[in-house]
């Protein structure tokens, strides 16, 4: 099992940015693919973005490509995930979860979550 908690969020305007991170405590970090899922409220678990163990390969829901970038540090048991061109869609509790499977996208495949950080885009 590992921890994770994430930080970073926090309130922008539209086309601002923002950087999340994600640190993992507890088992080896680098056995593990990250994935950044989000959840805006009486809506379902989205995906978007995943990362494989030693960052060779990354993943991305259609809704965010080309303005979400994830990255992870396996030194400092980090992943990140950099947000740019930000749109009110983009409001949502922001979670990150470790998975040893090779389905990304789905929630089914992750095994551990963090808290989440609320992320607000405001017009």
């Known amino acids: 099992q590992v921890t994770l908690v994430e930080s970073g969020g926090g309130s922008v305007q539209t086309g601002g940015s923002l950087r999340l991170s994600c640190v993992a405590s507890g088992r080896t970090f680098s056995s593990y693919a990250m994935g950044w899922f989000r959840q805006a409220p009486g809506k379902e678990r989205e995906f978007v973005a995943a990362?494989?163990?030693?960052?060779?390969?990354?993943y991305y829901g259609d809704s965010v490509k080309g303005r979400f970038t994830i990255s992870r540090d396996n030194a400092k048991n980090t992943v990140y995930l950099q947000m740019n061109s930000l749109k009110p869609e983009d409001t949502a509790v922001y979670y990150c979860?470790?998975?040893?499977?090779?389905?990304?996208?789905?929630?089914?495949?992750?095994?551990?979550w963090g808290r989440g950080t609320q992320v607000t885009v405001s017009s």
């Open positions: 979860a470790a998975t040893i499977s090779g389905n990304y996208y789905w929630t089914g495949s992750y095994n551990d």
């Open positions: 990362i494989r163990y030693s960052g060779e390969s990354a």
